[in-house]
T-cell receptor, first 116, second 115 residues
Framework: NAGVMQNPRHLVRRRGQEARLRCSPM?????VYWYRQLPEEGLKFMVY????????ESGMPKERFSAEFPKEGPSILRIQQVVRGDSAAYFC??????????????FGAGTRLSVL | DQQVKQNSPSLSVQEGRISILNCDYT??????FLWYKKYPAEGPTFLIS?????DKNEDGRFTVFLNKSAKHLSLHIVPSQPGDSAVYFC??????????????FGKGTKLSVKP
Protein backbone atom coordinates (compact mmCIF):
# COMPACT_ATOMS: atom_id res chain seq x y z
CA ASN A 1 0.00 0.00 0.00
CA ALA A 2 1.71 3.15 -1.20
CA GLY A 3 -0.80 5.53 0.41
CA VAL A 4 -0.43 7.75 3.46
CA MET A 5 -0.27 5.57 6.55
CA GLN A 6 -1.36 6.76 9.96
CA ASN A 7 -1.21 4.92 13.23
CA PRO A 8 -2.78 4.23 15.50
CA ARG A 9 -6.27 4.48 14.02
CA HIS A 10 -7.78 4.93 17.45
CA LEU A 11 -6.07 6.24 20.56
CA VAL A 12 -7.56 6.57 24.01
CA ARG A 13 -5.80 8.66 26.62
CA ARG A 14 -6.65 9.93 30.08
CA ARG A 15 -6.37 13.61 30.88
CA GLY A 16 -2.76 14.58 31.50
CA GLN A 17 -1.22 11.78 29.45
CA GLU A 18 0.73 12.19 26.23
CA ALA A 19 -0.53 11.28 22.77
CA ARG A 20 1.80 10.42 19.88
CA LEU A 21 0.35 10.19 16.39
CA ARG A 22 2.43 8.84 13.52
CA CYS A 23 2.28 9.45 9.81
CA SER A 24 4.24 7.91 6.96
CA PRO A 25 3.77 9.91 3.76
CA MET A 26 3.06 8.47 0.37
CA UNK A 27 6.14 7.05 -1.34
CA UNK A 28 8.11 9.81 -3.03
CA UNK A 29 6.41 12.62 -1.09
CA UNK A 30 8.51 14.93 1.04
CA UNK A 31 5.83 17.34 2.28
CA VAL A 32 3.64 16.44 5.25
CA TYR A 33 0.66 18.32 6.65
CA TRP A 34 -1.37 17.73 9.81
CA TYR A 35 -5.04 18.69 10.15
CA ARG A 36 -7.58 18.34 12.94
CA GLN A 37 -11.29 17.77 12.51
CA LEU A 38 -13.78 18.41 15.27
CA PRO A 39 -17.33 16.95 15.00
CA GLU A 40 -19.49 18.67 12.37
CA GLU A 41 -16.55 20.81 11.28
CA GLY A 42 -14.18 20.93 8.34
CA LEU A 43 -10.52 20.08 8.61
CA LYS A 44 -8.35 22.74 10.23
CA PHE A 45 -4.71 23.09 9.28
CA MET A 46 -2.19 22.61 12.06
CA VAL A 47 1.34 22.29 10.69
CA TYR A 48 3.29 21.82 7.46
CA UNK A 49 6.65 20.05 7.50
CA UNK A 50 9.35 18.94 5.16
CA UNK A 51 12.14 16.59 6.17
CA UNK A 52 13.78 18.01 9.31
CA UNK A 53 12.04 21.37 8.87
CA UNK A 54 8.85 22.97 10.10
CA UNK A 55 7.66 25.19 7.28
CA UNK A 56 4.45 26.57 8.77
CA GLU A 57 3.06 25.91 12.23
CA SER A 58 0.58 28.77 12.25
CA GLY A 59 -2.31 26.42 13.03
CA MET A 60 -0.71 24.71 15.99
CA PRO A 61 -1.79 25.60 19.52
CA LYS A 62 1.08 27.40 21.23
CA GLU A 63 1.30 24.99 24.11
CA ARG A 64 1.38 21.21 24.48
CA PHE A 65 1.47 20.50 20.73
CA SER A 66 4.58 19.77 18.71
CA ALA A 67 5.41 18.10 15.42
CA GLU A 68 8.46 16.71 13.73
CA PHE A 69 9.42 15.00 10.50
CA PRO A 70 12.86 13.50 10.99
CA LYS A 71 15.28 12.53 8.29
CA GLU A 72 14.43 8.90 8.91
CA GLY A 73 11.06 7.59 10.00
CA PRO A 74 7.53 8.90 10.15
CA SER A 75 6.25 12.32 11.04
CA ILE A 76 5.09 12.57 14.64
CA LEU A 77 2.40 14.83 16.10
CA ARG A 78 2.82 14.97 19.84
CA ILE A 79 0.24 16.27 22.31
CA GLN A 80 1.40 16.60 25.89
CA GLN A 81 -0.90 16.66 28.92
CA VAL A 82 -4.00 15.99 26.85
CA VAL A 83 -7.33 17.57 27.79
CA ARG A 84 -10.86 16.57 26.77
CA GLY A 85 -10.93 19.34 24.16
CA ASP A 86 -8.13 17.56 22.28
CA SER A 87 -10.56 14.76 21.38
CA ALA A 88 -10.83 14.89 17.59
CA ALA A 89 -9.82 13.17 14.38
CA TYR A 90 -6.29 14.02 13.33
CA PHE A 91 -5.44 13.65 9.67
CA CYS A 92 -2.08 13.62 8.00
CA UNK A 93 -1.61 14.45 4.34
CA UNK A 94 1.36 14.39 2.01
CA UNK A 95 2.22 15.95 -1.31
CA UNK A 96 4.91 15.92 -3.92
CA UNK A 97 7.43 18.72 -4.05
CA UNK A 98 7.06 19.54 -7.71
CA UNK A 99 4.64 21.41 -9.91
CA UNK A 100 0.94 20.66 -9.71
CA UNK A 101 1.74 17.62 -7.59
CA UNK A 102 2.59 20.00 -4.80
CA UNK A 103 -0.99 21.28 -4.81
CA UNK A 104 -2.78 17.98 -4.33
CA UNK A 105 -2.60 16.60 -0.82
CA UNK A 106 -3.35 12.94 -0.22
CA PHE A 107 -4.77 12.03 3.15
CA GLY A 108 -4.38 9.14 5.49
CA ALA A 109 -7.31 7.46 7.24
CA GLY A 110 -6.75 9.52 10.39
CA THR A 111 -6.23 8.89 14.08
CA ARG A 112 -9.24 9.29 16.32
CA LEU A 113 -8.12 10.55 19.69
CA SER A 114 -10.43 10.17 22.64
CA VAL A 115 -9.50 11.79 25.93
CA LEU A 116 -11.26 10.39 28.99
CA ASP B 1 -13.89 34.21 9.91
CA GLN B 2 -14.58 31.47 7.38
CA GLN B 3 -12.70 31.96 4.14
CA VAL B 4 -14.30 28.93 2.49
CA LYS B 5 -18.02 28.38 2.94
CA GLN B 6 -20.28 25.53 2.01
CA ASN B 7 -23.70 26.83 2.90
CA SER B 8 -25.66 23.63 2.31
CA PRO B 9 -25.01 21.07 5.05
CA SER B 10 -26.84 18.39 3.08
CA LEU B 11 -28.17 17.54 -0.36
CA SER B 12 -30.39 14.69 -1.51
CA VAL B 13 -30.49 13.62 -5.16
CA GLN B 14 -32.09 10.79 -7.11
CA GLU B 15 -29.80 8.24 -8.73
CA GLY B 16 -29.02 9.18 -12.35
CA ARG B 17 -29.69 12.88 -11.83
CA ILE B 18 -27.17 15.67 -11.47
CA SER B 19 -25.68 16.62 -8.10
CA ILE B 20 -24.50 20.20 -7.73
CA LEU B 21 -22.43 21.11 -4.71
CA ASN B 22 -21.60 24.74 -4.09
CA CYS B 23 -18.76 26.57 -2.43
CA ASP B 24 -18.07 30.27 -1.83
CA TYR B 25 -14.81 31.90 -0.81
CA THR B 26 -13.75 35.32 0.35
CA UNK B 27 -10.03 35.50 -0.40
CA UNK B 28 -9.35 36.51 -4.00
CA UNK B 29 -5.73 35.46 -3.61
CA UNK B 30 -6.45 31.72 -3.55
CA UNK B 31 -4.70 30.09 -6.50
CA UNK B 32 -6.08 26.54 -6.42
CA PHE B 33 -9.34 24.94 -5.40
CA LEU B 34 -9.87 21.26 -4.66
CA TRP B 35 -12.77 18.96 -3.93
CA TYR B 36 -12.49 16.01 -1.59
CA LYS B 37 -14.92 13.25 -0.80
CA LYS B 38 -15.05 11.66 2.63
CA TYR B 39 -16.72 8.52 3.92
CA PRO B 40 -17.27 8.03 7.66
CA ALA B 41 -14.17 6.87 9.55
CA GLU B 42 -11.96 7.40 6.50
CA GLY B 43 -9.67 10.16 5.34
CA PRO B 44 -10.65 12.63 2.60
CA THR B 45 -10.12 11.37 -0.94
CA PHE B 46 -9.03 13.83 -3.62
CA LEU B 47 -11.55 14.19 -6.45
CA ILE B 48 -10.69 17.09 -8.69
CA SER B 49 -8.93 20.45 -8.65
CA UNK B 50 -8.98 23.69 -10.59
CA UNK B 51 -6.45 26.46 -10.96
CA UNK B 52 -7.66 30.01 -10.45
CA UNK B 53 -6.72 30.81 -14.04
CA UNK B 54 -9.26 28.28 -15.36
CA ASP B 55 -13.04 28.34 -15.26
CA LYS B 56 -13.75 24.66 -15.80
CA ASN B 57 -12.12 21.31 -15.25
CA GLU B 58 -13.64 17.95 -16.07
CA ASP B 59 -12.76 14.41 -15.05
CA GLY B 60 -15.21 11.69 -15.96
CA ARG B 61 -18.48 12.25 -14.14
CA PHE B 62 -17.03 15.18 -12.16
CA THR B 63 -16.82 18.76 -13.38
CA VAL B 64 -15.75 21.77 -11.36
CA PHE B 65 -16.74 25.28 -12.41
CA LEU B 66 -15.05 28.41 -11.11
CA ASN B 67 -16.59 31.89 -11.21
CA LYS B 68 -13.89 34.23 -9.96
CA SER B 69 -15.96 37.39 -10.15
CA ALA B 70 -18.55 35.82 -7.85
CA LYS B 71 -15.92 33.99 -5.76
CA HIS B 72 -17.93 30.84 -6.27
CA LEU B 73 -17.21 27.31 -7.40
CA SER B 74 -19.38 24.28 -7.89
CA LEU B 75 -18.91 20.56 -8.33
CA HIS B 76 -21.22 18.76 -10.73
CA ILE B 77 -21.61 14.99 -10.59
CA VAL B 78 -23.40 13.47 -13.58
CA PRO B 79 -24.94 10.96 -13.38
CA SER B 80 -25.12 10.58 -9.62
CA GLN B 81 -24.71 7.08 -8.19
CA PRO B 82 -25.53 5.68 -4.73
CA GLY B 83 -21.79 5.17 -4.15
CA ASP B 84 -21.35 8.94 -4.40
CA SER B 85 -23.13 9.32 -1.07
CA ALA B 86 -20.52 10.92 1.19
CA VAL B 87 -19.47 14.27 2.63
CA TYR B 88 -17.89 16.57 0.06
CA PHE B 89 -15.37 19.19 1.12
CA CYS B 90 -14.32 22.21 -0.84
CA UNK B 91 -10.76 23.40 -0.14
CA UNK B 92 -8.67 26.36 -1.23
CA UNK B 93 -4.95 26.86 -1.29
CA UNK B 94 -2.42 29.58 -1.06
CA UNK B 95 -2.15 33.05 -2.45
CA UNK B 96 -1.70 34.78 0.87
CA UNK B 97 1.14 35.01 3.40
CA UNK B 98 2.87 32.19 5.16
CA UNK B 99 4.04 29.04 3.43
CA UNK B 100 1.07 28.81 1.10
CA UNK B 101 1.18 25.09 1.68
CA UNK B 102 -1.93 24.46 3.71
CA UNK B 103 -5.46 23.92 2.51
CA UNK B 104 -8.43 25.81 3.92
CA PHE B 105 -11.53 23.64 4.09
CA GLY B 106 -15.22 24.35 4.11
CA LYS B 107 -17.43 22.51 6.59
CA GLY B 108 -18.65 20.04 4.00
CA THR B 109 -21.91 19.05 2.32
CA LYS B 110 -23.39 15.62 2.96
CA LEU B 111 -24.64 14.18 -0.32
CA SER B 112 -27.22 11.39 -0.31
CA VAL B 113 -27.97 9.70 -3.62
CA LYS B 114 -31.18 7.68 -3.45
CA PRO B 115 -31.68 4.62 -5.66
Amino acid sequence: NAGVMQNPRHLVRRRGQEARLRCSPMKGHSHVYWYRQLPEEGLKFMVYLQKENIIDESGMPKERFSAEFPKEGPSILRIQQVVRGDSAAYFCASSSSQGVGKVIQYFGAGTRLSVL
Amino acid sequence: DQQVKQNSPSLSVQEGRISILNCDYTNSMFDYFLWYKKYPAEGPTFLISISSIKDKNEDGRFTVFLNKSAKHLSLHIVPSQPGDSAVYFCAAKGGYGGSQGNLIFGKGTKLSVKP
